[in-house]
């Protein structure tokens, strides 16, 4: 079952800002697709007095440094446990400096509100569904500042997304959608998360300067068989007649290229775990599963740092260390983590153990960049 689990989800793994290519995909999907060519996002709006940011369709909050769910609420108007509960989160949770959270419903701390009457807490439901019934911002009597053009769009976190797979979703970068929405230096998100797209800039100027170029500007030159007739062809020499019966002597074969020379081992790497391999590299699975019984030790593979702990929203744990040459090795399906991120490591020290399940594995991938390589090819 748990392996199905694994399967399932792809490894779903965030993306740590500064420790691996900003290319990898660190979710290890069939799909493949990169965000290599992601367009260059547009600076986040800055929020208002009150940490305000506010759109036609919807408002978000900033938190500051310090900040709980309930400090943020109380500063906005609004019930810490209707702001909390919008989010997933609980009122007493600490927010990251930056950090946004989605607003259920408009709220307007500068608007007059009546002396010694909390109208939030009275009638929230009445306001929100005004709300619905109308634009945000169809009011005048607002003292809050909508921005304008392009509206981002809100993404909420389903099961088994990461922050690199929302990303390759809407073709932004990783980086600017952290930096839109606070996120940690592991780039965790929460399942029922909200969070901002961020706003692509538009690079049809640039485009549009080829694209309306005067016609006739450049022509394209004709192809040499139109522009000049070819030749008459030579006629060949007739051969001399034979003066004797005597055998002509056969060319010698033409030369054979030489074979491709078969992928050997370079025995970079020794194998995390002994055991067979139950599921081999390629049809989908970016890595090998190798069968060991649960609580079996498993060991870096080669000298490195570990780059990355951290799990889906599955609770996967997914452990990667970073070797000098460029190349990662990642281990997934594990427990008991021994080592902490930054760590340095050697060859054959103990990682953590192989997770529980029916069978019961390690994941073990090798990657040189975005693209995943076969592990077999690096070890003995």
């Known amino acids: 079952m748990r392996r199905a689990k694994l399967i399932a989800i792809g490894l779903s793994i965030p993306l740590l800002a500064g420790c691996v290519p900003a290319d990898f995909d660190f979710d290890m999907r069939p799909e493949r697709i990169s965000t290599r060519g992601a367009g260059e996002a547009a600076p986040r709006p800055a929020p208002d007095a009150n940490g305000l940011i506010t759109y036609d369709s919807y408002q978000m909050v900033v938190a500051r440094r310090g900040d709980t769910v309930a400090?943020?609420?109380?500063?906005?108007?609004?019930?810490?446990?209707?702001?909390?509960?919008?989010?997933?989160?609980?009122?007493?949770?600490?927010?990251?400096?930056?950090?946004?959270?989605?607003?259920?419903?408009?709220?307007?701390?500068?608007?007059?509100?009546?002396?010694?009457?909390?109208?939030?807490?009275?009638?929230?439901?009445?306001?929100a569904a005004a709300e619905a019934r109308s634009p945000v911002g169809a009011t005048t009597a607002t003292s809050l500042a909508v921005q304008p053009g392009q509206e981002p769009v809100r993404h909420r976190i389903a099961r088994g997304e990461t922050a690199y797979s929302i990303a390759r979703l809407y073709n932004v970068s990783v980086r600017s959608l952290a930096e839109w929405n606070g996120l940690g230096p592991d780039l965790a998100v929460r399942e029922g998360q909200f969070l901002i797209i961020p706003i692509v800039l538009d690079e049809s100027a640039a485009d549009a300067v080829v694209a309306t170029a005067a016609p006739g500007a450049s022509v394209a030159p004709l192809p040499p068989s139109a522009a000049t007739p070819l030749p008459e062809p030579i006629q060949a020499a007739p051969l001399p007649q034979q003066t004797s019966a005597a055998p002509v002597a056969a060319p010698p074969p033409a030369a054979q290229p030489a074979p491709a020379p078969q992928p050997t081992s370079t025995a970079r790497f020794t194998q995390p775990v002994a055991g067979?391999?139950?599921?081999?590299?390629?049809?989908?699975?970016?890595?090998?599963d190798i069968a060991a019984p649960s609580g079996t030790a498993v060991r870096a593979a080669g000298d490195g740092e570990v780059a990355a702990i951290t799990q889906s929203t599955d609770q996967i744990p997914i452990l990667v260390v970073r070797h000098p040459d460029g190349l990662m090795t990642i281990y997934a399906n594990i427990s008991n983590i021994a080592v902490a991120r930054g760590d340095r490591v050697t060859q054959g020290q103990k990682l953590a153990e192989v997770g529980a399940g029916s069978p019961s594995f390690l994941h073990f991938e090798v990657r040189r960049g975005f693209e995943a390589l076969d592990p077999t090819q690096f070890l003995p």
Do not use: C, H, K, W
């Open 276 to 288: 067979d391999i139950i599921r081999p590299y390629g049809r989908g699975n970016e890595g090998i």
């Open 71 to 127: 400090d943020v609420a109380a500063r906005i108007g609004m019930q810490p446990e209707e702001l909390a509960r919008f989010n997933g989160r609980n009122p007493s949770d600490v927010l990251r400096p930056d950090e946004v959270l989605a607003l259920p419903r408009r709220v307007d701390p500068g608007a007059p509100t009546a002396t010694g009457t909390d109208i939030t807490a009275i009638a929230s439901s009445a306001i």
